[in-house]
């Protein structure tokens, strides 16, 4: 008969020969597993050498290799002429107890916690997965425009660079990097700035830069106003900060101020969220005299106004509107940004330009979330900011756009004339489809994904008085923009069908 360690150690262990993991480690932490839960217990006597090896069909070397692995860290002591026993390491934390009637729970993980933790429905992932083989995003930019190779030398060239060590070292920020002070040249050339470094703060995304500025900004309760129809992620944000939200109407001059004044004025205002150029998600700009409305609102009630430009780098008919920050004297704006959208998004940046006491606040916030940075990046940035490749390639890009942007306009006149309604936006990589006659979304969804086309929940809009489409186009070509629309189309005709 075979001992019970042996019989144990038999159902315990599994080896699987196709992973790059040695043999004898891979058995080493099945039984350091086995020893941590309870299975083996301190004192037990593991069988030998030449048993171990039958047991497994493993060659004896290996058998031994596994015993020396376990004993140098301390999970065994192989006594001479006496054999190999379980011990545990001194500073080993308490080990799990478990029965032998849930043996199979050694491969696996523990699904809840043994312990209470903060469970948020504000943070619950947006994100779906399809296998149809298009999809209609938000805006989002084609990857594939994205100069691979240039990349590659550029990047390349950033590591070798002598400085860059001296930079991770360095132990002072009294002096502004390059890179913030490269970025502040940039976006007072671009903007209509007149920042320096000590207004600048750049984080790794415009989420990253809206959640850190509503750390700052947001204490639990207050009045935060948005659009009647909103960005998705900056409401979960706004609400993950225990703001108390409340929304305003938007028309074709954007932002409706007016109903600011007439609803909220006696209300505490803490901040006010707003979109730049476009909209989000409608694509209409906010008018000049609605500008002019809010920032003397805002002077006059003391409340902040974040105003997201997520979109400037994609302005294809005139020139982007310049923010509202850049005639801001008295300190109620807070922008955010993106830096390099024309880029591979590892190589993106976001950042937020504020009041020099809001940006020290600010930086403190981003010590505890990114203190490391990402300096390999910074380095290409700023050369690619001074040697003009960051506007050349912005430039480049939009000539592609827009001729993307037009196509499809000219595929919904062919295909959608009479059932939807938009107006061609001055820019941005969305346009939004209104349907004139009002149908299921979700069933329009599930309907469209039966033909290919994944038309995910986030960017569907139906309630008494919607019924639309924020209809991203830019990660498409044009290849691919006729068979988006023309399986829209299909999926329209099947569910109304009578």
């Known amino acids: 008969m075979n001992s019970p360690v042996l019989d144990l150690l038999g159902q315990l262990i599994f080896i699987d020969k196709s992973l790059v993991q040695p043999v004898y480690v891979q058995v080493a932490q099945q039984i ?46 192989i006594v001479p002429n006496k054999g190999t026993f379980v011990v545990f390491p001194e500073d080993s934390t308490q080990k799990i107890k478990a029965t032998t009637q849930h043996i199979n729970d050694v491969y696996e993980y523990p699904k809840a916690p043994g312990f209470p933790f903060q469970q948020s429905f504000n943070l619950a992932s947006t994100k779906e997965e399809s296998t149809a083989k298009y999809s209609i995003s938000d805006g989002k930019p084609d ?36 890179f913030s002070t490269q970025l502040c040249n940039y976006l007072n050339a671009t903007r209509g ?55 305003v109407p938007v028309d074709d001059e954007g932002l409706d101020v007016n109903y600011i004044l007439e609803h909220y004025a006696n209300l505490n205002i803490r901040c006010i969220y707003v979109c ?27 409340f902040a106004v974040i105003e997201d430009d997520f979109d400037h780098d994609f302005q294809f008919d005139g020139s982007s509107m310049l923010p509202m920050a850049s005639a801001d004297a008295n300190g109620n704006i807070i922008y955010l940004g993106k ?35 990402d300096l390999i990046q910074e380095q290409m940035l700023s050369e690619l900011i001074a040697e003009g490749e960051i506007y050349r390639l912005k430039k480049k890009n939009i000539v592609t756009y827009k001729q993307r942007r037009d196509l499809l306009c000219h595929l919904l006149d062919k295909y959608f004339d009479g059932i939807l309604e938009w107006k061609i936006p001055s820019g941005g990589l969305a346009i939004w489809l209104r349907f004139k006659k009002s149908i299921s979304l979700i069933k329009l969804a599930e309907e469209a994904e039966k033909h290919e086309l994944f038309l995910p929940k986030t960017i569907l809009y139906q309630d008494k008085t ?21 399986a829209l189309k299909e999926a329209y005709v099947k569910l109304t069908a009578p």
């Open 143 to 178: 990857l594939r425009l994205h100069p691979v190779h240039q990349f590659s030398r550029w990047y390349s060239a950033a590591m070798k660079r002598k400085p860059l060590i001296n930079k991770w070292n360095r132990t002072s920020a009294l002096i502004p990097s390059v």
């Open 339 to 373: 830096l390099g959208q024309s880029l591979f998004p590892s190589f993106h940046t976001g950042f937020v330009v504020a009041p020099e006491q809001v940006v020290t606040e600010a930086k403190n916030y981003l010590q505890l979330l990114d203190t490391q940075g």
């Open 32 to 77: 350091m597993n086995a020893i941590q839960r309870g299975y083996l217990e301190k004192g037990s006597k593991l069988p030998g050498t030449r048993g171990l090896s039958e047991l497994l069909n493993v060659h004896r070397n290996t058998a031994v290799a596994i015993y020396d692995e376990l004993a140098s860290q301390g999970w065994v002591s």
């Open 466 to 486: 919607n019924c639309a489409i924020r209809f991203g186009y830019g990660h498409l070509n044009e290849e691919e923009l006729l068979i988006v629309v023309k």
């Open 193 to 247: 700035f007149h920042i320096k470094p000590t207004n600048l703060l750049n984080t790794r995304s415009t989420e990253m830069s809206l959640y850190i500025v509503s750390r700052v900004l947001i204490n639990p309760g207050d009045l935060v106003l948005v659009g009647t129809l909103s960005n998705y992620v900056a409401n979960m944000i706004f609400q993950q900060a225990g703001a108390k939200i409340k929304t």
């Open 276 to 302: 730049s150029n476009r909209h989000y998600p409608t694509t209409t700009t906010l008018s000049t005299k609605r500008r002019l409305q809010l920032l003397a609102l805002a002077k006059n009630l003391g």
